[in-house]
């Protein structure tokens, strides 16, 4: 699935600020997530049950839990994909599937369904028409629309490259591109920084900040690697014991719930600077709790690194390096 504009959308500049403002105003009467009482069954068997929480319009949020835990799921069931067994959900104040192309999506595996021959400008331009060569007229705005997106990833200039042309973190932003064509006013992204080198999801985690901040855009991410988001995380939705929860940051990092959640000691640690990273401690088991699922050393690798944000040194890096790669 693509993001699709929105139905009467505006020009970018005007419609994002409008939007941001509408955000602002409807916060507390329409959350961007509501589920309630909700149960998810695949092939039979309970994925996850008892979800009930409620996620704010323009908050960054990370999806977490084991392998398996059914965080994908969670996607599934908030595009309306997959159908509760019990309880209900609300997306952007309807019901799952009803406001998708309100709805920007980047899948985990967005290559997989993509002709990698398929170029940069092309395939932004899918994220609209539905169709590789565009047998849907595209008009003079979308194509505005496209170069605008492609522009905000730092794509601008290489519209004609093929997408098998681009490093992962370029072509990871190929696919955030044409995700941002239709003026989503939420933004789901699944593990959007698997396999990219340091530099590159540094760079995108940069997008992501500039996306909440200067659109307001809610977004959500699923991902283990912790760390690197911190720096814009308000919240997550953590998978625990087969029930899905949301708090906000202040209560997600508490090494208790994180060492139960990946079955290894986590621990926070705080740096005389300020900065805030969870790492895994490999001398302590976890006593009496854990779900066993999780691996240490996967847990270490998940944990490992640590995000310096503040001076943009590492972005620009970033940037340079992918420019190279390309
Ligand atoms: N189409 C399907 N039919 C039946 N079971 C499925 C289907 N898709 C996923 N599952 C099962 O649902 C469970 C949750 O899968 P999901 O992909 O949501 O987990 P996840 O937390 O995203 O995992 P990972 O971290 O490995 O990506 C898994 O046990 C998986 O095998």
Same mark, same amino acid.
């Given at each position: 699935m693509t993001a699709h504009n929105a139905p009467g959308a505006a020009r970018?500049?005007?419609a994002i600020v409008k939007n941001a403002d509408a955000i602002v105003e409807n916060a507390d009467a329409q959350p961007c997530i509501e589920l309630r009482d909700a149960t998810v069954e695949r092939g039979g068997h309970v994925i996850w049950s008892n979800g009930t929480f409620t996620?704010?319009?323009? =908050?960054? =949020?990370?999806i977490v839990g084991a392998n398996g835990a059914g965080k994908t799921t969670l996607i599934d069931v908030e595009l309306g994909l997959l159908e509760l067994s019990r309880g209900s959900v609300r997306v952007l104040g309807a019901p799952a599937g009803a406001n998708n192309r309100r709805i920007g999506y980047v899948p985990q595996n967005y290559m997989d369904d993509l002709d990698s021959n398929v170029t940069v400008g092309q395939s932004v331009l899918l994220g609209m028409t539905g169709t590789r060569f565009g047998l849907r007229r595209v008009t003079r705005e979308q194509r505005a629309d496209a170069a605008e997106a492609i522009e905000f990833v730092g794509l601008a200039g290489k519209e004609r490259m093929?997408?098998?042309?681009?490093?992962?973190?370029l072509r990871q932003r190929a696919a955030i591109a044409q995700a941002l064509v239709g003026h989503p006013?939420?933004?789901l992204l699944d593990e959007p920084l698997a396999n990219l080198d340091l530099a590159s999801q540094n760079a995108m985690?940069?997008?992501?900040?500039?996306?909440?901040r200067e659109w307001g855009m809610t977004i959500q991410i699923v991902s283990h690697d912790l760390n690197m988001l911190l720096p814009i995380l308000t919240g997550a939705v953590y998978l625990l014991d087969g029930h899905p929860h949301y708090s906000g940051m202040s209560?997600?990092?508490d090494s208790d719930l994180l060492t139960h959640l990946y079955g290894t000691r986590i621990e926070i640690v705080t740096t005389p600077q300020g900065d805030m990273f969870v790492t895994p401690n490999p001398a302590v088991e976890p006593e009496g709790h854990g779900t066993g699922t999780?691996?240490?050393d996967e847990a270490a690798s998940f944990f490992r690194r640590h995000y310096r944000d503040g001076n943009g040194t590492d972005r620009a890096d970033g940037a340079a390096r992918e420019e190279r790669q390309a």
């Amino acid at each position: 699935m693509t993001a699709h504009n929105a139905p009467g959308a505006a020009r970018r500049g005007g419609a994002i600020v409008k939007n941001a403002d509408a955000i602002v105003e409807n916060a507390d009467a329409q959350p961007c997530i509501e589920l309630r009482d909700a149960t998810v069954e695949r092939g039979g068997h309970v994925i996850w049950s008892n979800g009930t929480f409620t996620i704010p319009r323009g =908050t960054v =949020t990370a999806i977490v839990g084991a392998n398996g835990a059914g965080k994908t799921t969670l996607i599934d069931v908030e595009l309306g994909l997959l159908e509760l067994s019990r309880g209900s959900v609300r997306v952007l104040g309807a019901p799952a599937g009803a406001n998708n192309r309100r709805i920007g999506y980047v899948p985990q595996n967005y290559m997989d369904d993509l002709d990698s021959n398929v170029t940069v400008g092309q395939s932004v331009l899918l994220g609209m028409t539905g169709t590789r060569f565009g047998l849907r007229r595209v008009t003079r705005e979308q194509r505005a629309d496209a170069a605008e997106a492609i522009e905000f990833v730092g794509l601008a200039g290489k519209e004609r490259m093929r997408l098998s042309e681009l490093s992962g973190g370029l072509r990871q932003r190929a696919a955030i591109a044409q995700a941002l064509v239709g003026h989503p006013e939420l933004l789901l992204l699944d593990e959007p920084l698997a396999n990219l080198d340091l530099a590159s999801q540094n760079a995108m985690v940069e997008l992501f900040a500039r996306l909440n901040r200067e659109w307001g855009m809610t977004i959500q991410i699923v991902s283990h690697d912790l760390n690197m988001l911190l720096p814009i995380l308000t919240g997550a939705v953590y998978l625990l014991d087969g029930h899905p929860h949301y708090s906000g940051m202040s209560d997600v990092l508490d090494s208790d719930l994180l060492t139960h959640l990946y079955g290894t000691r986590i621990e926070i640690v705080t740096t005389p600077q300020g900065d805030m990273f969870v790492t895994p401690n490999p001398a302590v088991e976890p006593e009496g709790h854990g779900t066993g699922t999780l691996a240490a050393d996967e847990a270490a690798s998940f944990f490992r690194r640590h995000y310096r944000d503040g001076n943009g040194t590492d972005r620009a890096d970033g940037a340079a390096r992918e420019e190279r790669q390309a």
